[in-house]
Nanobody, 122 residues
């Protein structure tokens, strides 16, 4: 059974940076991983996704050029490096895992972590 545990969230000022980590356990071979976020009162939103060999990535338009998704399969861990953070990036960030097909829909992913809070102050 796959388990995902996020870490690295916190409070940061606008313009600052954070790196989120997602540690996976279980059968992760050949999977795609993604990050989603959900702000209070809003629907869950796709942020970024990466395929198994890290040769391809997708980004939501508002984070392009600011966020970078990566993974280290030797550590079964995915990362989301976030720079130039804005107050509108405030949300609970969750990582997810699914078949090795990149997609922006939550339905592409079968396994989810509990999430980590990111708060960006102005």
């Amino acid at each position: 059974q796959v388990q995902l545990v996020e870490s690295g969230g916190g409070l940061v000022q606008a313009g600052g940076s954070l790196r989120l980590s997602c540690a996976a356990s279980g059968d992760t071979f050949g999977s795609a991983m993604a990050w989603f976020r959900q702000a209070p009162g809003k629907e869950r939103e796709f942020v970024a996704a990466i395929n198994w060999i890290a040769s391809s990535a997708l980004y939501e338009d508002s984070v392009k050029g600011r966020f970078t998704i990566s993974r280290d399969n030797t550590k079964n861990t995915a990362y989301l490096q976030m720079t130039n953070l804005k107050p509108e990036d405030t949300a609970v960030y969750s990582c997810s895992m699914g078949r090795n097909v990149l997609g922006r829909s939550a339905g592409n992913y079968d396994h989810w972590g509990q999430g980590t809070q990111v708060t960006v102050s102005s």
